[in-house]
């Protein structure tokens, strides 16, 4: 009897652990997502220029919210089916953010923004699209713009 208790609490037990171990890619994307939506929210809300003299401060106050959010998503541990794929969008994710400050550095001392703006637009468009691919294959629909 002593046998059949330990075999079917051994049972029980595997069969737990493999119902938690396949919650976990549910469980993780459902908290960066989470965290994504909260963070494109701090983006949209940051007040969009009237003018190209606005540029630099809205593209700064952007590349902040834009890291703060990276970071945020970074800092949550992937489960091991989700390693490949997660750290593809969040390397994608940083190239764009990489030419984004490269943008802000460049509005910073421009005298005509609205040219600086639209000469870097087609190399973030491109980025952006890449990093975007990259969070939907990953699940994480929600950190896909």
Sequence with gaps: MKKVLLALTLAAVLAFAATASAASPAAYKAQVNAICVAGIKQLNAIPKPSK???????F??????????L?????????ANLKVP????VARQGAFETALHGLVDKLKTSSNPKKTVLA???KLNS???????????AGLVKCAG
């Design 120 to 122: 870097a637009e087609p």
């Design 127 to 137: 980025l952006n699209a890449k990093a975007n691919a990259a969070w939907r294959a």
């Design 71 to 79: 970071a945020k998503v970074s800092s949550v541990k992937p489960p």
């Design 52 to 58: 190209p003299s606005g540029y630099y401060a809205y």
């Design 86 to 89: 997660v750290a593809t969008a």
């Design 60 to 69: 700064k106050a952007a590349a902040s919210a834009s890291d703060k959010l």
